[in-house]
């Protein structure tokens, strides 16, 4: 197992920066995803930390040695890094045992140890007996676990996984989702995952580190992510934060502020240190706002109810912010319709701090 550090790194592409001066260190044994939209510089960090690009500056390091900088440089097949990818990468000429057995053999490993670690890696991925099938005999599911078997066999000190569950139907997603934490707690091998799938990264990271345009926007757990995003994409693109301009009035006991949303004064959580200013927002979770046909709040019109089954889609504008449209979820039984005055009483919610970068 091994720590990495990416130290800085940036990649560019003529004079486009795919990765832009990202630092991120994961403890050994830690199983960080790394989740972003599309083009936001995922796969790029996954290939400089593989060895597959170079980096334009900064540096990666495995363990202490430095794989990528101006400090040195290791090639790919020496890093002993192991990656899974979304299409499997599997021979299809090969059976299950040869293609997981593959790096042994190029490595001209004993045969008998060779079979015992196959074996042993088969079973590691609940893949008993199927070592004589050919890829095309084998369902997705267990493709993708043959994958991981075959990284596995070398002993790799970091796995890289890349977006392995993006083939896979949403039933096979969760079970495999369940194999991939148990394979974690099994092994405490030290794991990057990629994604883009805001469920998946958090059901299966100790930390996530959120890429935005390159940038790293945010790298913190799931739990701060989604209670204390550190910038607005961060708060709409987890969960789709309801985001409220506001005005920083002063700072209250450690950790709050008081601040005006929509002409009423309120007190929200922020991070310490925060000073009166205008032109802040304020990120709320649904469980934060009561709507209701006539309690206490901001007057404003239900523009739609989307009932989803349990719950339902409400769009609502408030009067005194007439060009808001605040979208958020209500669990049944939902009293509000569309076209309806109602009120919105906003109970709490987190100040988006003033740097907004990387924090
Ligand atoms: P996706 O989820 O769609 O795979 P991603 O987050 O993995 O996206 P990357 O594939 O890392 O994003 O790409 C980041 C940006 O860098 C994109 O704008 C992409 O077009 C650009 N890029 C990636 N590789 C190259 C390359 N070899 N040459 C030029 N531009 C590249």
């Known amino acids: 197992m091994a720590r990495l550090t990416l130290d800085h790194v ?7 920066d795919a990765v832009k001066d ?19 510089g995922k796969t790029t960090l996954l290939r400089l930390v593989a060895g597959f690009e170079k980096v334009t500056s900064g540096e990666i390091r495995i363990g202490s040695d430095v794989v990528s900088g101006k400090g040195g440089s ?22 299950v045992a040869e293609n997981i057995g593959y790096s042994l053999k190029v490595a001209k490993l004993d045969k008998a140890v060779a079979r015992r670690k196959v074996e042993d890696a088969l079973a590691l991925v ?10 095309a005999n084998l369902s997705g599911g267990q493709r993708q676990r043959v994958a991981l078997a075959r990284c596995l066999v070398a002993a790799p000190s970091l796995v890289l996984f890349d977006e392995p569950l993006a083939n896979l139907d949403v039933h096979l997603r969760a079970s495999m989702e369940d194999e991939f934490a148990a394979f974690h ?39 701060e992510l989604y209670h204390e995003p550190a910038n607005e994409m961060v708060a709409s693109f987890i969960s789709q934060g309801i985001l409220l301009p506001a005005d920083v009035l002063s700072a209250e006991q450690a950790g709050h502020c008081k601040v005006r949303v929509l002409g009423t004064e309120l007190v929200v959580r922020c991070r310490a240190g925060e000073r009166p200013r205008a032109g802040a927002k304020i990120c709320c979770r649904a469980s934060d706002l009561d709507v209701s046909p006539d309690g206490p709040g901001f007057d404003g019109l239900v523009k739609r109810v989307i009932y989803q089954g349990g ?23 939902v009293v509000l319709e569309s076209g309806a005055q109602a ?9 988006i701090p003033a740097a907004g970068g990387a924090w």
């Open 185 to 223: 707690k099994r092994t405490g091998t030290t794991i990057v995952y990629i994604t883009h799938d805001q469920a998946e990264a958090m059901a299966l990271a100790d930390r996530i580190a959120v890429m935005d345009g390159g940038r790293l926007a945010q790298l913190a757990t799931p739990r």
């Open 311 to 333: 719950a339902a889609r409400i769009e609502f504008t408030p009067v005194a912010g007439a060009d808001l449209i605040l979208h958020f979820e209500q669990p049944d039984p």
């Open 74 to 95: 290791v090639a790919p097949e020496k890093r002993r890094v192991g990656i899974v990818f979304q299409n499997y990468a599997l021979w299809p000429h090969m059976t």
């Open 10 to 16: 940036t990649k560019s592409f003529a004079d486009f």
């Open 343 to 351: 009120r919105l009483r906003i109970r709490s919610g987190w100040l």
């Open 126 to 135: 609940n893949l008993q007996g199927l070592g004589d099938r050919r890829p």
């Open 22 to 40: 990202v630092s991120i260190d994961v403890g050994d044994g830690e199983f960080l995803a790394v989740l972003g939209p599309s083009g936001c």
